[in-house]
C-alpha cells in the first residue's frame, strides 16, 4: 500500500519531483512554513508550493525541480508538486532507475513508485544510482573509453551500452568486455 503524504510528513525522508512555475501561483495564498534554510512552503489541499534557491538534497529527501522553459537566471524558483508526486525515500533500499533522453543527452533518476515505470529498468539504491549515472554521462560526453572498440557508429554504440547500464547489474568493464567480443576490438 502506497503511504499517503501531506502537510505533515512530506519532508520525511520522500523523494519528490517538482513542476516550476510562475509567480502568480502562489499569489493570493497564505504561508504556511518557512524552514531554517530560508525556503517557503504553501499548503493547498491537493499538494504544495515551495520558494526556494536550492533543490537536489534537502536534509534526508531528495527534491528536484522540472524548470519551466522561459530559462529563468533567477536562483530561486517555485516549484509545485500533489501529495501523490512524493515517495519513501532510504539511502539503502533498491528505490531508484535511470532515464535518458538520447536526443538532449539528458540523463536522470525516477523513483520506482513513479506510475510510468514499466519495470524495465534495474532498480538501484542511491549510491548505485549515482554512481551509473557518473558513467552513462562518461559515455554521452566522451568517446575514450570506446577507443580499442570497433564500431560503425558511436551513437548507436552509446546507446546500446547505455540500456545495458540501465537494464542490468553489469558492470562497465562487463558490458564494455561484451561489446568487445560482439563487436571486436581493434
Sequence with gaps: MQKTYNRTNFHKHTFCIYKEVSTTEINGLKLGYTSKSGS??????NGLYRVS??????ANCRWRLLPLQDGSLSKTKIGYADWTDFYPNNEHENLFYIEVDFDSKEVSFQHKANPKY??????????ETARVIRQINEVITTENWAKYLKFDSINELREEVIKLLITTNQTFLEIKRKIGVLYGTT
Excluded: D, I
Excluded at 517557503?40 to 489541499?45: I, K, M, R
Design 40 to 45: 517557503s512552503y504553501y499548503f493547498t489541499e
Design 53 to 58: 534557491n536550492h533543490w537536489g538534497r534537502a
Design 118 to 127: 514499466n519495470g524495465k529498468a534495474q532498480l538501484r539504491n542511491a549510491s
